[in-house]
């Protein structure tokens, strides 16, 4: 179910109203840890936004404007898009002072995130079967995220992306 997928393994989960809305600490609807879907169903209307059945899977995609507020897909693509570019871009053979600020920007993104669940989960991989962050080369660091991707799209039931194109998906382009 949704919630599962949101909270994971391991804790009691997130606090939803009743129509699925995720609630953040402060009690109020989180925008930014609710599907723009579960969203729709407890405001009925989001300005601009267009509402499509696909037929072949009874979901309902919704497209959002482009100016309005991320809900928690458009913002985990976006966030992906930033990590594994950082991991893109980051030298093979790092300094010990871009090391640690590697670490560092993981450390204060997995504490930051504006989901909240989401980040409860992404430390508690990093507790334990993901570690700290490898960020000892650019081929270490690419992995290491996409294993923290995986986790999440197994989590969410999607499929698992194959680490060993890594570098063509978010470095040098596919091959062909
Ligand atoms: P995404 O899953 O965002 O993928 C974007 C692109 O990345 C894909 O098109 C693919 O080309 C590529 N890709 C896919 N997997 C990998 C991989 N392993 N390595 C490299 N590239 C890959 N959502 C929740 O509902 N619950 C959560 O608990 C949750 N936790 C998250 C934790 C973090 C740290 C982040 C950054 C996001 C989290 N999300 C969570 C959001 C979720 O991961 C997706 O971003 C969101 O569901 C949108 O999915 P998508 O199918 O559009 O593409």
Same mark, same amino acid.
């Given at each position: ?23 953040? *600490?402060?009690?109020? @609807? ?6 723009? /879907? ?6 009925? $209307? =989001? ?17 959002? *404007?482009?100016?309005? @507020? ?6 985990? /693509? ?6 594994? $570019? =950082? ?90």
């Amino acid at each position: 179910s949704k919630t599962e997928a949101l909270m994971g393994g391991g804790h009691s989960g997130p606090k939803m109203s009743s129509k699925g809305v995720v609630l953040g *600490p402060d009690g109020k @609807p989180c925008r930014t840890c609710t599907s723009v /879907r579960d969203w729709a169903s407890m405001s009925r $209307s =989001i300005k601009g936004a267009k509402i499509t059945t696909n037929k072949a899977t009874t979901a309902t995609p919704i497209t959002l *404007p482009a100016d309005c @507020p991320p809900d928690v897909e458009l913002l985990g /693509r976006s966030s992906w898009t930033l990590l594994h $570019s =950082i991991a893109a871009t980051y030298p093979e053979k790092p300094s010990t002072q871009q090391q640690q600020d590697a670490t560092t920007f993981i450390s204060s993104f997995s504490r930051l995130y504006p989901c909240h669940w989401c980040a409860t989960d992404f430390q508690s991989w990093m507790k334990g079967a993901g570690g700290a962050p490898k960020v000892s080369s650019r081929q270490e660091f690419g992995q290491w995220l996409c294993e923290a991707q995986n986790e999440v799209n197994k989590k969410l039931g999607k499929e698992e992306f194959d680490c060993r194109k890594w570098e063509e998906r978010w470095r040098t382009g596919w091959k062909d």
